[in-house]
């Protein structure tokens, strides 16, 4: 089994912490969307969405997050012997989270100077592997768009506005379950708290923890206990906790500063 995926993606976060808790091997294999890894054209055959993460088992291919997550499920029953479908309670708060999409909530609280660096430096990718594969041209075309819109779309208040109301309901909502449970989904920990993990961990990496979880006492003391789960250390913690976060971010900026410098798209 593989799993194509990267730190800074929340989803990729979701299974990794669905694959940890489980105990699933994998082989991993990084690919950064900042520095435009998913554009090229070997994974873009396989995945034209050029999304994160992308897991392959044998000829099955599964793109969605959710879906890859319920596969993982699935498996580890299969593999137990066991006749335990994940819970509709599960599978509901599966469906909450998905609904709230973190782009252009996370868009907007990165400083314009990096957003822009960023989307600049991707726009030339794409034309660079437009350029490498002609067949895959119009596919290219539509993901030239998508990043042209995703400004336009960050650039609106309107927009921004709900996203923001988006996640407040989600969180207000996390807040009422974890009066009456321990986790998500009741006393144990279920996939539907690997997928509410990491939109805690992304409001943390912007510095936004006063504003959406501290003022939540329920959701604030679930966050605590949870980072202390192996899988948290393993998916986030390595990365993001403390000053590892600047060190992950600074990584990055330096590679695509480099890159730039001599126009490597």
């Not at 469906?95 to 600049?120: A, C, M, N, Q």
């Not at 998916?235 to 001599?262: C, D, E, N, P, Q």
Request: glycine residues 4%; hydrophobic residues 40%.
């Amino acid at each position: 089994m593989q799993l194509y995926h990267h730190p800074y993606s929340m989803d990729s976060q979701k299974v990794r912490l669905a694959l940890e808790e489980k105990g699933i091997d994998y082989t991993s294999y990084h690919v950064n969307p900042l520095t435009g890894k998913n554009m090229d054209a070997s994974f873009f055959r396989m995945n034209p969405s050029a999304k994160l993460p992308v897991f392959q088992n044998g000829a099955h291919i599964i793109f969605q997050a959710s879906d890859i997550i319920q596969y993982i499920d699935r498996l580890t029953v299969s593999l137990n012997g066991e006749d335990k479908p994940i819970s509709s309670e599960v599978v509901e708060w599966m469906h909450k989270i998905e609904g709230w999409s973190s782009k252009i909530f996370t868009l907007s609280h990165v400083p314009d100077k990096y957003r822009l660096f960023v989307s600049k430096f991707v726009r030339r990718v794409v034309i660079a592997r437009m350029a490498e594969a002609p067949d895959l041209a119009t596919m290219y075309h539509l993901k030239l768009l998508d990043v042209y819109d995703a400004e336009d779309k960050v650039k609106d208040p309107d927009i921004v506005k709900r996203s923001e109301e988006k996640l407040a309901e989600l969180l207000d909502n996390a807040e009422m379950q974890l009066n009456e449970t321990k986790y998500l989904a009741g006393d144990e920990f279920t996939m539907a708290d690997s997928m509410f993990i990491p939109v805690l961990a992304r409001i943390t990496l912007l510095n936004l923890e006063k504003k959406y979880i501290n003022c939540r006492p329920n959701i604030a003391e679930y966050y605590n206990l949870v980072k202390h789960r192996p899988s948290y250390k393993a998916v986030i913690g390595k990365y993001f906790s403390g000053w590892r976060k600047h060190r992950t971010f600074m990584k990055t900026l330096f590679i695509l500063a480099i890159r730039s410098m001599f126009r490597r798209y």
